[in-house]
């Protein structure tokens, strides 16, 4: 069974530019969630896909959007990069929709923001 | 709105004394309430949860839980503390109903367990 993988590992970029992050979902799994978390705070939801359709968001503008994929594989985009979009960028897949089943976590992308 | 408070930032205990990480919860309705785990510069692994049923949960690496609907809380425990416990304890809350089932986290709690 492969596990949650995400990449790039790491990444920087500049004010104003555009990036992506990409994550390959636990075999099975059809839900993807996005999760930001900050430097010494818990992730905050991002949002979360469900068999490619976006199934909730939590308080993020819109210049963060993201996509499933038909082999449920996903990735998050965010324009117009602010300083404060730097933290750790993670991925958790799940079996089927339902809030019973845990989470499991992808390593997470570091994006650092000049 | 959910919510969850972690109100301990560090949490110090001696090796082999018993450890408890506290955490109490505010949702909607009934819980589905889960603690993580991170090490440095790693991801969130699943230790374990509580979803209905027994108020004692039993997870991963000799951790337990318990839940307790009138105080709202679902404290983190394990008997004997090893060194290697030491990591980010984090709990998590989502709503037995309801379409997303997003996680609120806590702000984490710093496990340090001294030899």
């Known amino acids: 069974e492969t596990g949650v993988t995400q990449s790039p590992t790491h990444l920087i970029k500049t004010r104003g530019q555009q990036v992506t992050l990409r994550c390959s979902s636990q075999s099975g799994h059809n839900t993807v969630s996005w999760y930001q978390q900050a430097l010494g705070q818990g992730p905050q939801f991002i949002f979360q896909y469900y068999r490619e359709e976006e199934n909730g968001r939590g308080n993020f503008p819109p210049r963060f959007s993201g996509l499933q994929f038909p082999n449920y594989s996903s990735e998050l985009n965010v324009n117009a990069l602010e300083l404060d979009d730097s933290a750790l960028y993670l991925c958790?897949?799940?079996?089927?929709?339902?809030?019973?089943?845990?989470?499991?976590f992808g390593p997470g992308t570091r994006l650092t923001v000049l | 709105a959910q919510s969850v408070a972690q109100p301990e930032d560090q949490v110090n205990v001696a090796e082999g004394n018993p450890l408890t990480v506290k955490c109490t919860y505010s949702?909607?309705?009934?819980?589905?309430l889960f603690w993580y785990v991170q090490y440095p510069n790693r991801g969130l692994q699943f230790l374990l949860k509580?979803?209905?049923?027994?108020?004692l949960v039993k997870g991963s690496y000799g951790f337990e839980a318990e839940f307790n609907k009138s105080q709202t809380s679902f404290h983190l425990k394990k008997p004997s503390a090893l060194v290697s416990d030491s990591a980010l304890y984090f709990c998590?809350?989502?709503?037995?109903?309801?379409?997303?089932?997003?996680?609120?986290f806590g702000s984490g709690t710093q496990l340090t367990v001294l030899p």
């Open positions: 509580y979803i209905t049923g027994d108020n």
């Open positions: 958790a897949s799940s079996l089927a929709n339902g809030g019973a089943n845990e989470q499991f």
């Open positions: 998590a809350v989502t709503p037995t109903s309801g379409s997303a089932r997003q996680l609120t």
């Open positions: 949702v909607s309705g009934n819980p589905y």
